[in-house]
């Protein structure tokens, strides 16, 4: 028989198809994706990547998706993985019976009909009827092309109106009803009323799967009437539990490098589309459940959350937080970011451009640091309070499943809880300082590249931890590639030295030039009131966690002027070449985000 496919995607969303491959491949992350030895052929060099949702060796060619993997390695048939998947997934495999091919046969019927309720509203938009809602739409900033793509439309003033157009296709109103475009409760039933429709006097956004089939409707009053937004109801197509605006979208836009990030509202996922960020999504005025997290996390291992920066989007970030915690794991979290000056995304891209968003997003807080901040925003000004906080504190970081995991946001918080109660170091007497020209953009990274530097020569204890990412950082500053070379290559002769002994050894291995023009610089250019470096003493995770946040950034800015160099050149010449660099970029991009997490300075 032929199977749902929503049963079939359901499945995929359920069980992650890297965990599946895990069993028998040993897999290393990279980005969003995994990479490891192909089980299908003999090889040295790793060549089998895993993707959310399929996989694909370059080796020998072997590709597929969770289905495939299940025959291929466990030699069975289609039915038997099926089977097999179904039972772990906690889902009971639909069975051929009249019953199920009227069901299959019903489904299909409901796409048709949402379909034909979508193309209605669009055609009414751009008739005259649809004058006022063209031109807020417009007066919002959206171009007729967005409109278009996104399939916006009309609803019509009057009742019954769509079921009067949608007669001369045969369509009766129980269809209408049936895919949430018409309403007919049971007194209007028992009273032989007839359906009545549920948008009338609205702008309409239709609601797609991620396959792009229309599957609900949402629709906006014009004016000031209440409510303002109005939903389809659950329909055997639509579960607002499990749907994501814009999802049809998305995993292009992956693919060429952008964020994931979940947005509140259809305008924001509609404006960033317009501006260029496709990889944008919206809950459907509800709250981030269980399942959404899983269809998120499926296409990305760490997506950003934009809320509101108001109390409520406070409040709506905590919940989520709150919410991740027990299905998180290694390589699997989110990151948040709340936009400045209370605008939403619509407003924001409008007002700054998309490179402002973007700037936005790269400095988005790892969910270690947005729970910390959440807990700890209000000052404790007593013991009793202080000790409230932490004890929140433990009992969120012992909500996480993974023992692992759960330890290293222990002390992640533990860390940052005694690195704010130290405090900033107090400023010295003497003349006001005196301002200065703000630093061009070179400069600015060769301070941070010189500071880094200087992080780990106070602090040489911390350089056993990041040596790794140091030798495979590239910096721009001459002095400073040379220092941090000598750093990375000669890290074992360093292991153990004291803050003036290393810079002794330093010297002695031949590196006073570069040595004597990074602690010149930083002389120079670091501004008074703010260290690279907590003070003699500080806590080694907090010294950590600032290396990494100030890494991060760095990398961040470098890699950015890099992929949108590789997008311009892929734009010109789409070659497998130019596709191969900015995929490697993007990976790489990634790679930091995840493996590395942007942890503030405390």
Known sequence: MAFPPAFLEEIRTRLPLNRLVERKVRLEKRGRDFKGLCPFHNEKTPSFHV????????????????????????KVTFPEALERLA????????????QAAEAARRIKDLHEVAEAVAAAFERRLWLPEGAAALAYLRGRGLAD???????????????????????????????????????QDDDMKAGGRAPVDLFFGRVMFPICDPRGRVIAFGGRVLGEGVPKYVNSPETALFKKRRTLYGAQFVRNALRAGQKLVVVEGYMDVIALAQAGH??????????????????????????????????????????????????????????????????????????????????????????????????????????????????????????????ALRAEYQRYFRDAWYAARRGPPRARAGPAAVSRPPLDPHTARARRECELLLMLIEHPGVLAQVVEPLAGARFDHDAAEV????????????????SPHLLDHLRVLGFRQALDAVLGLVSRLRPPR???????????????????AMFQQLERERLDDDIA???????????EANQRRLTLLVEHRQRIAIALPAEPAL
């Open 145 to 183: 092309e967005t409109l278009r793509k996104f399939r916006l439309g009309w609803s019509g003033e009057g009742r019954g109106a769509l079921a009067a157009d949608l007669a001369r296709q045969e369509i009766a109103p129980d269809r209408l009803v049936a895919v949430g475009a018409m309403k």
């Open 483 to 498: 220092l941090r070379g000598a750093l990375a290559s000669h890290a074992e002769d360093l292991f153990g030295l004291d």
């Open 565 to 575: 160099a590789a997008q311009q050149a892929f734009a010109k010449d789409p070659s």
């Open 530 to 548: 703010r260290a690279p470096a907590d003070p003699a003493g500080a806590e080694p995770g907090a010294i950590l966690a600032q290396w990494h």
């Open 87 to 98: 039972a772990e997934a906690g889902l009971e495999v639909p069975r051929a019976s009249p």
């Open 51 to 74: 993707y959310p949702d399929g996989y694909k060796c370059f080796g020998c060619g072997a590709f597929g998706d969770h289905f495939t993997w299940v025959m291929e390695t466990e």
């Open 278 to 403: 496709e990889a944008a999504v919206a809950p459907l005025g509800t709250a981030l459940t269980e399942d959404h997290l899983a269809s998120l996390w499926h296409l990305d291992a760490c997506p950003v959350l934009c809320f509101d920066g108001d109390a409520a989007g406070a409040r709506a970030a905590e919940r989520t937080m709150q919410l991740a915690l027990p299905a998180l794991g290694p390589g699997q979290s989110l990151a948040f970011i709340a936009l400045p000056g209370g605008d939403d995304p619509d407003t924001f891209v409008r007002k700054h451009g998309l490179s402002r968003f973007s700037a936005q997003l790269d400095r988005a807080e790892p969910l270690a640091a947005a729970l910390y901040l959440a807990v700890t925003r209000h000052r404790a000004a007593t013991p009793e309070a202080r000790a409230g906080q932490r004890k929140r504190l433990e009992e969120l970081a012992g909500r996480i499943g993974d023992p």
